[in-house]
């Protein structure tokens, strides 16, 4: 497994960071949802460059697709901001609190995470279920372990999962009732 | 407020849409039954499939598109995927293996049978994503502010 390239790697993290920024701070919701498709689309690329393309796929379809689309319409019903300024932060001195305090507790056991793709990590160890499941697949004729084990291994949770997503349908259709347009 | 009129007067956005939509949803099926050899499965090929419904409704009008695609069919999709999986879930119990049990779809007498009982998982993960996304969007399109 080669490494990623650390220059499209950096470059990816700083359009995913600057575009964050942006979200962060723009005025006008419109701007931060559109950039905030942007940042998606690097985030999904990021997860194809660090041979995830399971999930880059869905990054892509969900984040830069389907969320953007349904904050599109939801934004549709607000009215724009007044005045010139188009950039603004507004600390909160409890949400820093909170943001920080998460981000410095993720990121102290950032140190005890495996390398990426170091074969010596504890998911590829001897006994580890990694290693089941890239044995046990071939004997389904399924070529994808990704799909194998979200319908084979773990088709309960899966199960569960479409059942939860047929469950917010029903939500939505709860909680906005609507009227006819005519 | 989009939707509420057709865009007809932007050629270049309805010719565009008319031209890539049915290669987004060929795509999203694609990659909806072609999870068990490559990237994919049916939660990713059931949100392409939904974008491809969300861009026809930006170009052509929410109101229009939805008239095509009634809400209320779209609940039917729904549920169909959900019992869809169900049925394969249930059907490996009347085989005479566990509940969700690939292996015993693996031990029928057909070749490949584990991959088809998957991929009927798969289309009815497709369906319901597919029409739960694209019934938020008409739902939360029509709502009134």
Known sequence: MTPAPALLVAALLVLVLGTAVVVATARDVLVATVVFG????????????????D??????AVGAGVTTSLFLVAIAKTAPPTGDVAFSLRWSPRALLVGSGVVLVLGASLPALPAVGD???????????AA?????????????????????????????????????????????????VS | MPGERPYTDSVVVTQTVRAVVPFVVTYGVF???????????????????????????FAFGV???????NPGTLATVAAGGLLLF???????????????????????????????????????????VASVVSFAFFTLARAEP
């Open chain 1, 132 to 180: 089941f499941y890239l044995a046990d697949t071939a004997r389904f004729g399924i070529d994808n372990v990704v799909t194998a084990v979200l319908v084979v291994y773990r088709g309960f949770d899966t199960f569960g999962e479409i059942a939860v997503v047929f469950a917010a349908g029903v939500a939505v259709l709860l909680v906005l009732p609507g009227r006819e």
């Open chain 2, 31 to 57: 990659t909806m039954l072609h999870g068990t050899k490559s990237v994919g499965g049916g939660f990713q090929g059931g949100v392409v499939v939904a974008a491809g419904v969300v861009t026809l409704a």
């Open chain 2, 86 to 128: 169900a049925a394969v879930a249930t059907t490996s119990l009347a085989l005479g293996g566990g509940f969700l049990d690939a292996g015993t779809y693996a031990r029928l007498p057909v070749s490949g049978a584990a991959v088809y009982a998957v991929e009927l998982v798969e289309i009815g993960i497709g369906l319901t």
């Open chain 1, 38 to 53: 942007a940042y998606s689309l690097g985030l999904a690329i990021l997860w194809v460059v660090f041979r995830a393309p």
């Open chain 2, 63 to 69: 109101t229009q598109t939805r008239a095509a695609l």
């Open chain 1, 119 to 129: 074969p010596g990590a504890p998911a590829f160890g001897e006994g580890a279920a």
């Open chain 1, 55 to 60: 999930v880059g796929l869905t990054e892509a």
